[in-house]
Every structure is written in structure tokens, then in C-alpha cells.
């Protein structure tokens, strides 16, 4: 069977299964994850100044060479698909690791490979970011999906609620005029204080800023709306992560504790509770590796697949850290225990790259329903 699609008949249906290289890929970052951003250390950069682990993003980045992941080999990258970068963010969503993975490996590099790589302007902005040592962010705020992207008229104002845009080395800034690389250091970057403490949000004013123009306006529109959906498409695998820890957690704590001299696991109604988030996260997994592989493979189902995932695995990672929080009982309440990091990054994220009621009407338009 093909890692990308498998043939019955005249058609081809996708291959959700993960391919040897992809487990192998898994196996090694979360060995690094593990290692370096267990859930200790974890909290204690929440608590911090800097949330994000420089030396982290290096070792995955850089050392691993996760940032080019989707970056053709010409211009210094991995060549990979989004099916192995949707492996790397099913681990970083289980260990809610800080890194701008999601940001600038996925979403700012998506938006300029969309601009072509024989774009002169564009190639050597790819090539940094696929070394690892720079980053960038897509300057809109997070909220905002590939079908309701606004983009403001000129170079200049501020955008609020920016994801990861106060660690980026450049920011990649749409406007109607077209697409502009401007210097972080040019712009004013202002921390914001945002739920999930290990996704950091920031204003950035533009006012009097100069850039690099990358395309013009046409293009532009285009490539962020791409850049986006294949955020949203990957993000749902991020989701998908965050489920997979709290499901596991939870079973395994529910098995130690016990009340009445029993594990509270064998109570009939947790029984029933915790299988229910089983079949959910089930069905995440084929949501988001439905689009991952749609993604991978230029489908042109890729639109209808990323708005279901992002629908469906948007709300199964919310249910599984309310269900993770309530049954670990007590100490799941506490700020010592890593429940609410995951609570907090499903609930992010459940409204960023745009909400479930967006992409459900999304569908709705993508799909040739039936007049009653």
C-alpha cells in the first residue's frame, strides 16, 4: 500500500495509515520532547518571561531540521509533506510544547512557497527559516481563517493578537498592496497576556515601518490563504495531540486512584465516559489525517477536509481536557498539575485559524447538499 493514497477500483482514497517513516519520525521527537520539554519545565516557562525555549527550537528546528520540513530540498529543506509535519505537531500537542513549529514552519513557510520558489525575493526568506536559526509569523491575528482573512489597505496600524509574532526574527505582513517581509526589530512588538501561556500573542504596529515587497495583492490574498489553511489543516493534528495525552492520563490515573478500595476506572459510569472519548478521539485521528494527507497531496478536497477537522478535532480536544481536568479530581484543578496547560491550549485553540462556526459554514458552501 502507498504511504500517500491506496487505488480500489478507478479511485484513489487516502491512506491514513502512518507510513514506517513517519512512526520513525515520531519515535525521535518525541524522544526530544520527552528530554527536553517534560511537563516541569513546561510550567516553569509558563511562569516565565520567555515561554519559548530558545535552545528547544534549535534542537528541533535546527539540529533535526523540522523547520524545512515542507521546504523543497533546492532550497535547503526536508522536502517532507504535510502528512510527516502533521506527525511533529501530534507531539508537540501532547507535550503542549513551546516552539513556533505551527507558526513559522508551517503556516509563514506555506505562504511564501505559495508565491512560487523562483520567486527572487521569496527564496532567500525560505531558506533562512528552513535553517532553523530565524523565524517569522504571518502577521494577522490568530483568529483569523483562510475564508475570512481581512487584509488592511496599507503597510502601517496594528495588528492585535498575533501568535508567536514577539520571538519572530521577521514578520511577514499581508496588506492590499501586496505581501511585505519586514525586520521584527523595526516594528513595536507588544507582549499580550493570552490564555495558553505557551502560545504568545502580541500587537504589532507597523506605523512607519519599511519592508521587502515579496508579491503583489492578487498573490498575496492567495498565498496567506493558503499559508492559513494549511494552518488550520495541521492545527487539527495539534488537537489531536493534546486529546491523545488527556485521554491517556486520565485512564492511567483512574486506574491508580481509588475510592470504596476500588479504581475508580471500574466504575461503571467513568467507564462510560472514558470509552465515549475514545470513539471521539478515534474519529479526531481520521479527521486530521484526512486533511493532512488532502494537504500532502494538492487535493482539491483539501478545502472540505481541513473545515471538517477543524470542526470535529477543535471539540474533541476541548471535551478530552475538561474530562482529563474533572477526573484527575482535585489535583487536576492545581497549577502544579500540566491538566489546565492542555485545557488552556485546547480552548486557544479552538477558536484560532478560524472558530468551528466558521468552518462549518465553510462545508456547507463546499458541499453540494440536497434542497429539502
Not at 510527516?84 to 501532547?94: K, S, T, Y
Not at 493534528?237 to 493534546?242: A, I, K, P, T, Y
Request: glycine share 6%; aromatic share 4%; with cysteine.
Amino acid at each position: 500500500m502507498n504511504a500517500q493514497t491506496a487505488q480500489t477500483g478507478t479511485e484513489a482514497t487516502p491512506d491514513l495509515l502512518y507510513s514506517e517513516a513517519e512512526d520513525d519520525l515520531r519515535a525521535a521527537v518525541r524522544a526530544l520532547l520527552a528530554d527536553r520539554a517534560d511537563a516541569p519545565g513546561v510550567l516553569a516557562r509558563a511562569e516565565s518571561d520567555t515561554p519559548y525555549d530558545p535552545e528547544l527550537w534549535r534542537s528541533l528546528g535546527a539540529r533535526m531540521d523540522l523547520a524545512g520540513l515542507l521546504v523543497p530540498e533546492k532550497l535547503g529543506g526536508q522536502g517532507a509533506s504535510h502528512r510527516e509535519a502533521a506527525v511533529v505537531l501530534e507531539e508537540i500537542g501532547r507535550a503542549v510544547a513551546p516552539v513556533p513549529f505551527l507558526t513559522s514552519a508551517v503556516i509563514a513557510t506555506e505562504t511564501l512557497l505559495a508565491l512560487g520558489a523562483d520567486n527572487a525575493e521569496v527564496a532567500p526568506v525560505v531558506r533562512e527559516l528552513a535553517s532553523g536559526h530565524r523565524t517569522a509569523a504571518l502577521v494577522v491575528p490568530f483568529s483569523a481563517g483562510p475564508h475570512s482573512v481581512r487584509l488592511p489597505e496599507t503597510l502601517a496600524g496594528t495588528v492585535s493578537a498575533v501568535a508567536d509574532a514577539a520571538t519572530a526574527d521577521v514578520l511577514l505582513v499581508p496588506t492590499a498592496e501586496g505581501l511585505y517581509a519586514v525586520d521584527a526589530a523595526e516594528a513595536a512588538v507588544i507582549p499580550l497576556t493570552p490564555l495558553d501561556l505557551t502560545r504568545p500573542l502580541a500587537a504589532v504596529t507597523l506605523d512607519g515601518v519599511s519592508g521587502t515587497l515579496l508579491a503583489g495583492p492578487d498573490a498575496t490574498l492567495a498565498a496567506v490563504r493558503r499559508g492559513l489553511l494549511a494552518g488550520a489543516g495541521l492545527l487539527a493534528s495539534e488537537q489531536l495531540g493534546v486529546a491523545e495525552w488527556c485521554l491517556t492520563e486520565t485512564v492511567t490515573y483512574t486506574r491508580e486512584r481509588k475510592q470504596f478500595n476500588r479504581p475508580v476506572g471500574s466504575f461503571q459510569a467513568l467507564k462510560h465516559r472514558m470509552a465515549q472519548l475514545w470513539l471521539e478521539v478515534v474519529s479526531a485521528r481520521a479527521a486530521a489525517r484526512n486533511a493532512a494527507d488532502a494537504l500532502a497531496t494538492d487535493s482539491p478536497e483539501a478545502p472540505l477536509a481541513v473545515a471538517v477537522a477543524q470542526a470535529y478535532c477543535a471539540r474533541v480536544a476541548v471535551h478530552a481536557a475538561e474530562e482529563c481536568v474533572q477526573l484527575h479530581g482535585g489535583i487536576g484543578m492545581t497549577w502544579e498539575h500540566p491538566a489546565h496547560l492542555y485545557l488552556k491550549r485546547a480552548k486557544s485553540a479552538q477558536i484560532a485559524l478560524g472558530s468551528a462556526g466558521e468552518h462549518r459554514a465553510a462545508i456547507a458552501e463546499l458541499v453540494d447538499l440536497p434542497t429539502p
